[in-house]
């Protein structure tokens, strides 16, 4: 159900924003820019997206189509050596961040699976003063 709007100013919202987003969003551009492409802030986009179910989707797809711009940017850089090939893994990155973000899990359990550091070992502390022999 699509939130009710607070009085004020008329919305510059426009249903056409539903064809217009996505296909400017394909050429690989943000949510950001395809805002300051229809002329109204960013935040705005997604406060659209709250009150116009089918605008969400809009949304949705044109950062789909975005994130499949730079995913073949990549790949071409990749295939044939012309690019920036920083350039488009840092466009993949920011487009499809739970798909392509570099992430390290480190795990802090012992071996018997608790917190408690394993018995045997001798951890020492060394001071500024041990540091200088």
């Given at each position: 159900?699509?939130?009710?709007?607070?009085?004020?100013?008329?919305?510059?919202?426009?249903?056409?924003?539903?064809?217009t987003v996505p296909?400017?969003?394909?050429?690989?551009?943000?949510?950001?820019?395809?805002?300051?492409?229809?002329?109204?802030?960013?935040?705005?986009?997604?406060?659209?997206?709250?009150?116009?179910?089918?605008?969400?989707?809009?949304?949705?797809?044109?950062?789909a189509l975005s994130?499949?711009?730079?995913?073949?940017?990549?790949?071409?850089?990749?295939?044939?050596?012309?690019?920036?090939?920083?350039?488009?893994?840092?466009?993949?990155?920011?487009?499809?961040?739970?798909?392509?973000?570099?992430?390290?899990?480190?795990?802090?359990?012992?071996?018997?699976?608790?917190?408690?550091?394993?018995?045997?070992?001798?951890?020492?502390?060394?001071?500024?003063?041990?540091?200088?022999?």
């Open positions: 159900m699509a939130a009710k709007r607070k009085p004020g100013r008329p919305t510059k919202y426009r249903k056409e924003f539903c064809q296909e400017f969003m394909a050429d690989g551009y943000s949510v950001k820019a395809a805002a300051a492409h229809v002329g109204t802030h960013y935040a705005t986009m997604y406060v659209w997206a709250k009150e116009h179910p089918e605008f969400y989707d809009a949304l949705k797809e044109g950062q994130a499949q711009w730079w995913e073949k940017a990549l790949r071409k850089t990749a295939l044939t050596g012309e690019g920036s090939a920083a350039a488009a893994i840092f466009g993949v990155k920011n487009r499809s961040q739970e798909e392509w973000r570099d992430k390290v899990e480190n795990d802090h359990t012992s071996s018997d699976g608790s917190m408690t550091p394993v018995a045997g070992i001798d951890i020492k502390i060394i001071g500024d003063d041990a540091a200088q022999d």
